[in-house]
Nanobody, 126 residues
Framework: QVQLAESGGGLVQAGGSLRLSCAAS????????VAWFRQAPGKARDLVAG????????YYADSVKGRGTISRDYARNTVYLQMSSLKPEDTAVYYC???????????????????WGQGTQVTVSS
């Protein structure tokens, strides 16, 4: 079993930046794909960024391309999402997730992620 704990959210002004962290406990997820999703009030949960197990393949939603960077620290069993030039429309609860497939490729579908964190709120003020 993997437990995920996100941190780093908060209130930030438009144009600012932040780094979200997702620390895993229970066991290593180094051989699984990981991702960050977000959900704004009244909207579906959307994929923001994804990373395959080796770190060699990434995905970014069009809305964050050029502003977001997903990375992982295998030694710390932690995944990060660095976001810059934040906009009010980035306001959402951000969730990290770990994929189901060992040595899995990048996966865009939420149903293929087995473990989820509780989420961290990001609020961007205009």
């Amino acid at each position: 079993q993997v437990q995920l704990a996100e941190s780093g959210g908060g209130l930030v002004q438009a144009g600012g930046s932040l780094r979200l962290s997702c620390a895993a406990s229970g066991r290593s997820f180094s051989r699984y794909p990981v991702a960050w999703f977000r959900q704004a009030p009244g909207k579906a949960r959307d994929l923001v960024a994804g990373l395959n197990w080796s770190g060699g393949d990434t995905y970014y939603a069009d809305s964050v391309k050029g502003r977001g960077t997903i990375s992982r620290d295998y030694a710390r069993n932690t995944v990060y999402l660095q976001m810059s030039s934040l906009k009010p429309e980035d306001t959402a609860v951000y969730y990290c997730a770990v994929g189901r497939r060992l040595y899995g490729d990048l996966d865009l579908a939420a149903e293929n992620y087995a473990y989820w964190g509780q989420g961290t709120q990001v609020t961007v003020s205009s």
